[in-house]
């Protein structure tokens, strides 16, 4: 079954460092460009990062540049986010998505079930 | 104040047409046709339903159907079922190799 799992999420204090997960099955992950995206608690989404099939090239969104991190193994079909400096408003759901084979940049056709960030002192 | 501007809410009867509007600029919307449509049940993950503008992906349904005209793009759902109450989002590749979101469009079927 193809599928993305997250893992990683958690309450964290603001100014510290968080590392999240994202496993993936059922596809040739290696293959794949992924991507994260998150939804602050009752809010709409927004594009985080993107990290090409092989690693070399990575995309970040201006809210997070410098702080964010997205790094994958592909010998361990994971992807990953370093995230730096919590600030509150990093609060949120934080899903990461396959980009779609055969399509246009970058329309996202697997998701995982999200991890949820919680920055609170 | 998300990249892509969508109405906040649309409503409508099960059977009726509704259209869902995503303005951008030349930037994104109106210098691609990567626009993508995503539907959002609550609590859930979000499902791709539109991408590339009109194209719609394995399995879904096509009461869905997407268009772009300048900077705007559009999702119509036709013959509306209450299983289509839910959150929907645009996206758009924009030219500085990012993506943008939609401010997101809850459908109501009343």
């Known amino acids: 079954q193809v599928q993305l799992v997250e893992s990683g999420g958690g309450v964290v204090q603001p100014g510290r460092s968080l590392r999240l997960s994202c496993a993936a099955a059922?596809?040739?992950?290696?293959?794949?460009?992924i991507h994260w995206v998150r939804q602050a608690p009752g809010k709409g989404l927004e594009w985080v990062a993107v990290?090409?099939?092989?690693?070399?090239?990575?995309y970040y969104a201006d809210s997070v540049k410098g702080r964010f991190t997205i790094s994958r193994d592909n010998s361990k079909n994971t992807l990953y986010l370093q995230i730096n400096s919590l600030r509150a408003e990093d609060t949120a759901v934080y899903y990461c998505?396959?980009?779609?084979?055969?399509?246009?940049?970058?329309?996202?056709?697997?998701w995982g079930q999200g991890t949820m960030v919680t920055v609170s002192s | 104040q998300s990249a892509l501007t969508q109405p906040a809410s649309v409503s409508g009867s099960p059977g009726q047409s509704i259209t869902i509007s995503c303005t951008g600029t030349?930037?994104?919307?109106?210098?691609?046709?990567?626009v993508s449509w995503y539907q959002q049940h609550p609590g859930k993950a979000p499902k791709l339903i539109i991408y590339d503008v009109s194209n719609r992906p394995s399995g879904v349904s096509n009461r869905f159907s997407g268009s772009k005209s300048g900077n705007t793009a559009s999702l119509t759902i036709s013959g509306l079922q209450d299983e289509d109450e839910a959150d929907y989002y645009c996206?758009?590749?924009?030219?500085?190799?990012?993506?943008?979101f939609g401010g997101g469009t809850k459908v109501t079927v009343l």
């Open positions: 030349n930037s994104d919307v109106g210098g691609y046709d990567y």
């Open positions: 996206t758009s590749y924009r030219h500085t190799s990012s993506l943008a």
């Open positions: 059922g596809f040739t992950f290696s293959t794949y460009a």
């Open positions: 998505a396959r980009q779609k084979e055969g399509a246009g940049p970058w329309a996202l056709d697997i």
């Open positions: 990290i090409s099939n092989d690693g070399s090239n990575k």
